[in-house]
């Protein structure tokens, strides 16, 4: 579990566009009911961030969108499932760890990942991690050099 968080974190940099009107619309109704939590990383505090992390310049937006909340975790999963149906998102990976399941779906446009939902189920929580970008193949192949480093 430990090495799938690591390569979110170094799936983070990498992504640029606006986020799904699926994502928008869950993000609205799930922290109006005061249900979940919402962290929304605009490309401008990603350029503050930035520091020398290879890949941000891609970014425009990444939200995540948290839940402890039995009714909101099942409504984020299905939501999720059916805006990736919807988009006709590539499911890259799934991992079965424990009591966690972990879903990665992209969107592919020209050799660039432009979207990527990756969802996080918990037996207590789930987490939804939206990326949008344009993330050049050099820089995915890179990722995978460090993701393959890790193992």
């Known amino acids: 579990m430990k090495r799938f968080l690591l390569l979110i974190m170094l799936l983070l940099p990498m992504s640029a566009m606006a986020t799904l009107p699926e994502v928008e619309k869950m993000t609205e109704k799930y922290t ?11 490309k401008q505090m990603l350029k503050m961030m930035g520091g020398g992390i290879d890949g941000l ?13 039995k009714s909101a975790m099942k409504g984020i999963a299905k939501r999720t499932k059916k805006a990736a149906k919807k988009h006709k998102m590539e499911n890259l990976a799934t991992l079965n760890e424990g009591n966690s399941v972990i879903s990665i779906n992209t969107q592919i446009s020209d ?6 939902l990756v969802l996080v189920t918990e037996k207590n929580k789930t987490t939804l991690i939206n990326l949008s970008g344009k993330i050049p193949q050099e820089v995915v192949d890179s990722l995978i050099g460090v993701i393959s480093k890790i193992n």
């Open 57 to 69: 310049q891609y970014i425009d937006t990444i939200v995540m969108l948290s839940s402890d909340n």
């Open 111 to 116: 050799n660039k990942i432009t979207e990527a």
């Open 32 to 42: 109006s009911k005061e249900q979940a939590s919402v962290v929304n990383i605009s």
